[in-house]
């Protein structure tokens, strides 16, 4: 089956600085911008995104619309945090690298021929992967770390609830 870059995710893909900012904004001098309970805080997360934005996203979808069926190999994220220096820098010196490393990576996504998107690349955990599946992936991936963040937050907030945490939903 072949997979259809959804077009929503330019707008989405443009909106996550936004969405990383706002839930750092309220938050900058509590305890969740740097790991709480969560595995990874917010900044955790922004470091994240802002890292494997070339090599998972960029290079992989740039070199499966140039190549013939490259090989991709696989990462590890939470390795390349800590070796790469991005949790070093305070939380808005990354939020400004993200939204300007953004705004470069959707105009370069947009000046995609959209039949570029099908083709395909052999990924060496996953098999075979499209532009599309990628380029698709990369907005459910920053929505992943959105998520993660807003959960390192709640976690902080969720000892000052009192009675109310009766009425807790998970989702």
């Known amino acids: 089956m072949e997979t259809q870059f959804d077009e929503r995710n330019f707008r989405l893909l443009a909106a996550m600085p936004s ?14 911008l740097a790991a709480p309970r969560s595995p990874w805080g917010v900044k955790e997360c922004v470091a994240h995104v802002l890292d494997v934005a070339e090599i998972a996203f960029v290079s992989r979808i740039g070199r499966i619309v140039t190549e013939e069926n490259p090989f991709i190999r696989s990462i590890d994220p939470s390795a390349r945090l800590e070796t ?31 039949e570029a998107f099908a083709r395909t690349g052999t990924h060496d955990r996953a098999g075979t992967l499209s532009a599309a599946d990628i380029a698709n ?13 807003a959960k390192a937050l709640q976690d902080e907030l969720i000892g000052r609830l009192g009675n109310t945490r009766l009425f807790i939903e998970e989702v």
């Open 19 to 32: 969405a990383f900012r706002a839930l750092a904004a309220e938050f900058e001098a509590a305890p969740a």
């Open 84 to 114: 790469e220096g991005y949790l070093l820098l305070p939380i808005e010196s990354l939020l400004d690298e993200l939204d300007d490393r953004r705004a470069r990576d959707v105009a370069w996504l947009r000046s995609i021929p959209r």
């Open 137 to 149: 992936y990369w907005a459910f991936h920053d929505l992943t770390h959105v998520r993660q963040a």
